[in-house]
């Protein structure tokens, strides 16, 4: 999917004691793991309703995921907004630009930026795409899905070596939502990110709208990709919502974050929960945007259904988030 940037809030609003902060205050807490609770994805809309917030209000949003590329910037307010988020709440650093399914080597400049940020802030996690989106130093606003070969495999996994050893920190791999099947395919998508984990230490960030999106539009179960999914290797969950498109007669599901969760997906979720134990649960929500409350009560929602499955214990006796 696309990830339109951000807006940045007008400079009317950003407080003063805030205007010019260019560096992570020093009172910026050092990286810690972030529990298995729900947060929400970070947009410069809400910085507001996060920041005006009372203790004890909004805890259904206990963590903030940004996306690493609208932060790569050097100052201004959406840094003066984060280090002060940053300062009250745990952080989680998505990236949507490394292209680690490309052909070519990854950009030094983008790594290193990343690397900026996360000496910045300090993330309790950090993710990326089983994708790709340049070429040739040319930059696409999507991301691509690759082929699930063993070629494929050795590719992405030097580069998420690569990545782990720049940052010297272990990141989580997203599954991707995908439109086609690729006749190259030498294995199924749980076997390929299986193997990714064992053969660089990553971990997964699993997408459940992604896998609801991608098994409608290839014809394939749900149920079967979650019973051959590696989920002690997930250290993320990501529920968001998607759009149908129709015509005569097909039908595709677009992954759009721009509504709210499906019922498949909270049904997905459910069953993740119950059989491997809840993990660190976001909500994303990137187009169309509503009001703050609106992803309060999502996560609300997630919350709920991951204490109902906390409470009888998860069937495959793993109930720890692999992050460090
Ligand atoms: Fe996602």
């Given at each position: 999917m696309s990830y339109p940037p951000q807006t940045s809030p007008p400079?009317?609003?950003?407080p003063d004691i805030l205007i010019g902060a260019k560096k992570a205050p020093?009172?910026?807490?050092?990286p810690a793991k972030i529990p298995s609770i729900t947060g929400v994805g970070l947009k410069s809309d809400h910085y507001r309703d996060i920041l005006d917030a009372s203790p004890?209000?909004?805890?259904?949003?206990?963590w903030f995921e940004i996306h690493a590329e609208n932060y790569?910037?050097?100052?201004?307010a959406p840094h003066a907004y984060l280090s002060a988020i940053r300062e009250r709440f745990p952080l989680s650093i998505h990236g949507?630009?490394?292209?680690?399914?490309?052909?070519?080597?990854?950009d030094d400049a983008h790594l290193k930026r990343l690397k900026g940020l996360v000496e910045r802030y300090r993330p309790g996690l950090i993710s990326e795409h089983l994708a790709w989106c340049s070429a040739g130093g040319t930059f696409f606003n999507d991301l691509f899905p690759v082929p699930l070969t063993h070629e494929t495999l050795r590719k992405v996994g030097d580069h998420i070596n690569q990545t782990q050893d720049y940052l010297s920190r272990r990141i989580l791999i997203e599954n991707p939502s995908t439109y086609l099947k690729t006749v190259?395919?030498?294995?199924s998508e749980p076997e390929f990110l299986e193997l990714l984990c064992e053969r660089t230490g990553c971990g997964i960030l699993l997408d459940l709208n992604n896998v609801a999106v991608s098994c409608a539009n290839k014809a394939e179960n749900t149920a079967d990709y979650l019973a051959h999914f590696?989920?002690?290797?997930?250290g993320e969950i990501h529920l968001a919502g998607h759009s149908i498109d129709k015509g005569h007669d097909w039908e595709l599901r677009i992954d759009?974050?721009?509504?709210r969760v499906s019922q498949e997906v909270w049904a997905l979720f459910g069953t993740f929960c119950e059989r491997w134990g809840p993990r660190p649960t976001l909500i994303e929500w990137d187009t169309d945007v509503p009001a703050f409350p609106v992803l309060l009560e999502e996560a609300g929602k997630a919350r709920d259904i991951m204490q109902n499955a906390a409470a009888f214990g998860p069937l495959m006796g793993n109930a720890h988030a692999v992050t460090r």
């Open positions: 400079a009317a609003t950003v020093a009172s910026t807490p050092a004890g209000e909004n805890t259904e949003a206990g790569m910037g050097e100052g201004g949507v630009g490394l292209s680690l399914g490309s052909n070519g080597p990854l190259d395919d030498e294995m590696p989920g002690a290797d997930v759009d974050h721009g509504s």
